[in-house]
């Protein structure tokens, strides 16, 4: 397993100690010196090395997130209320008030925690959370405003560019993640890691159906040609393929080989090879399961579903529930929805005017939060799509009684505080 860390010159030291407690993991150390460099530093390690993970901060994360290819396990490192707890006691370590104080990087949540739990003035507490937007230089002008105006003594500071230019006439105290943060969440991302490898090992099945064969060519001589053509496809060559008899072909392999002839669930180049070749249209079904029986039953279904489609096609079924597709002979835009109340949901989805695989994508999302509530922009975040069509998608589901107004927060300290919103479409589907 590699591993690779994005970190500032000043951190490794603490970064080494804590993969120290790492076995069987190579680290690959990405160290910058300007933020600047990051993307060029991150580009040259994802061409010249194949990483199963990364992990890094706020800052290198927004500076090269255009370059993390969509399925590269990454972890973000955030600092926790105990690194937040543990600046506190270094400023009264240095002879310092622990307030009034400038703070940046850390959300308005955590501070908030800490400043209630070390039993701390709130009104002389000053926080900037981190945005992606924000120059160096509007951090630097912030805290020196805030100090200017409550008459602190230091900031606490996660932006190195920023401490580096308050460190000659302000106290600064570094707010970077301790030891144990650190090596949490190096943990946390290994075990992903390793999660996404195990799943990639699964057992799948596929089942391939000629729906049409030629004049000239019936469908047993199809079906033979079928398997032929798929026996010389490089992709399948450590794939087990035999006959199914009447039209059928079924092909038995690790879930992370059709993933490779599927280019992850986008396309099935077989499907037009078929086409062309043989002069038959392919409809094909996947399923990813506990055992031989339920990835063969789950195929099958997909196949089933594949066929229902006007060109040749194929689709993805696993046991979790998941449906991926169409896919076609050629990268195109594919579906995912969760079909756990499949009748239940689509009958939803036309009620609302919304399509089922958005809806699905809806309930995914809600099982995620587990109660919690959610911004209209972090919705829109979690779907790919822009603010505004989030905050249309919210009144859509408030108009149907699928969200519930749960309050508001602040996230800057300028502009309108964000409505937040509980997600009910579980609780609709369960009631039908």
Avoid at 25 to 48: K, M, P
Avoid at 126 to 136: G, H, K, N, W
Avoid at 242 to 267: I, M, Y
Avoid at 302 to 317: G, N, T, V
Wanted: proline fraction near 5%; charge should be negative; charged fraction near 20%.
């Amino acid at each position: 397993m590699v591993i690779g860390l994005v970190i500032h010159t000043s951190h490794r030291a603490a970064f080494e100690d804590a993969a120290r407690t790492l076995a069987g993991v190579t680290v690959e150390w990405v160290v910058y010196e300007h933020e600047d460099a990051v993307h060029g530093l991150v580009g040259d390690l994802l061409d010249r090395r194949g990483v199963d993970g990364l992990l890094l901060g706020l800052v290198p994360y927004a500076k090269c997130r255009d370059l993390l290819p969509p399925d590269l396990p990454v972890a973000i490192l955030r600092s926790a209320g105990l690194d937040l707890s543990l600046a506190f006691f270094k400023a009264l370590a240095r002879g310092w008030r622990p307030t009034p104080v400038s703070i940046d990087t850390y959300d308005a949540q955590t501070v908030s925690e800490v400043v209630n739990a070390l039993e701390l003035d709130p009104a002389q507490v000053t926080c900037l959370p981190y945005d992606p937007e924000q120059s160096v230089a509007e951090i630097v002008a912030f805290h020196r405003t805030a100090l200017a105006r409550t008459g602190g003594d230091y900031v606490i500071s996660l932006r190195t560019a920023a401490a580096a230019q308050l460190q000659d006439d302000i106290g600064v105290i570094g707010g970077l993640p301790g030891p144990a943060t650190i090596r949490a969440q190096l943990h946390e991302l290994a075990l992903r890691v390793q999660s996404k490898q195990a799943s990639a090992l699964r057992f799948a099945a596929g089942v391939f159906l000629v729906g049409r064969a030629g004049p000239k060519l019936d469908l047993d001589r199809a079906r033979v040609g079928l398997m032929n053509l798929l026996l010389n496809t490089p992709g399948f060559a450590d794939a087990w393929i035999e006959d199914r008899g009447r039209r059928g072909v079924v092909v038995f392999a690790h879930q992370a080989l059709f993933e490779q002839a599927t280019d992850n669930w986008v396309s099935l180049p077989a499907l037009s090879q078929a086409q062309e070749t043989l002069g038959i249209r392919v409809a094909a079904g996947f399923g990813v399961g506990a055992s031989a029986r339920s990835c063969l039953h789950l195929a099958e279904r997909a196949a089933a579903r594949a066929e229902q489609e006007q060109q040749p096609s194929a689709y993805l079924i696993e046991d979790s529930g998941v449906i991926i597709g169409p896919m076609g002979p050629v990268g195109s835009a594919v579906a995912f929805t969760y079909r756990e109340h499949g009748a239940e949901l689509e009958q939803l989805a036309t009620e609302v005017g919304l399509s089922a695989a958005t809806l699905s994508r809806l309930a995914a999302v809600e099982r995620s939060l587990e109660g919690r509530a959610i911004s209209p922009s972090d919705l829109a975040q979690q779907l790919g799509i822009t603010d505004p069509s989030g905050r249309r998608l919210i009144r859509k589901l408030g108009d149907s009684g699928l969200v519930e107004v749960q309050g508001s927060t602040q996230v800057h300290r300028k502009g309108r505080p964000a409505q937040l919103y509980r997600l009910c479409i579980g609780a609709a589907m369960e009631r039908r």
